[in-house]
Structure formats: structure tokens, C-alpha cells
């Protein structure tokens, strides 16, 4: 019955859906997946998990695939992590986004 609903809705909302799942392989492979569907109703819902650590580098890139500049400010709030490779990442996709150093 499961398999019935997922083919009836609008697979895009059916990975977002998913973006929320416990299993953090399954979230990775969702957020990538809305990056390359690049469709810009997943912006928001890419945005709400840039805080969750398992999913912040894939979905930092997904949003760099879509290029929707609304999730600049998200993305540069980022460069207060302390992680590097979070900064670093950050970076490439606004330069991919066309955001000017």
C-alpha cells in the first residue's frame, strides 16, 4: 500500500518527506537527489537541514546545484562553523551560485 502512495505523489515531496527520515544514508541520498532535480521548492526544506551534520555538506552542494540565490544568506551563515570543510564548501557553492567574494 506504502509502494502505491509514493508512486501517486509528487516525488519531490516524497523526498522531502524523506529528508526527515532516522536513517542518515537514506536523508543523504534524498538531499542529493532534490539537488539534482534542481526544482526550487526544495530550498526551504534544504535549508532547514543544513543544521542537521550528517545531511550539512550534501545539501550545501544540492543548493548549489539549484543556484537559487535565497539560500545565500543560509549558506554565508555558515562560514561561522568551525569546521573548515564546512567554510570551504560554502564557498565553492557561492562561487557556483555567482556570489562575488
Known sequence: M???????????DVLIDVLKDSDKEIRI??????????????VEHLIDVLSDKDLRI??????????DRSAVPALTNLFNDQDEYVCYNVL?????IGVSE
Open 92 to 96: 565553492q557553492v557561492l562561487r557556483r
Open 2 to 12: 506504502a509502494l502505491g502512495k509514493i508512486y501517486k505523489d509528487d516525488p519531490v
Open 58 to 67: 550534501t545539501a550545501i552542494w544540492a543548493l548549489g546545484n539549484i543556484r
Open 29 to 42: 541520498v534524498a538531499a542529493d537527489t532534490l539537488g539534482k532535480i534542481k526544482d526550487p521548492r526544495t
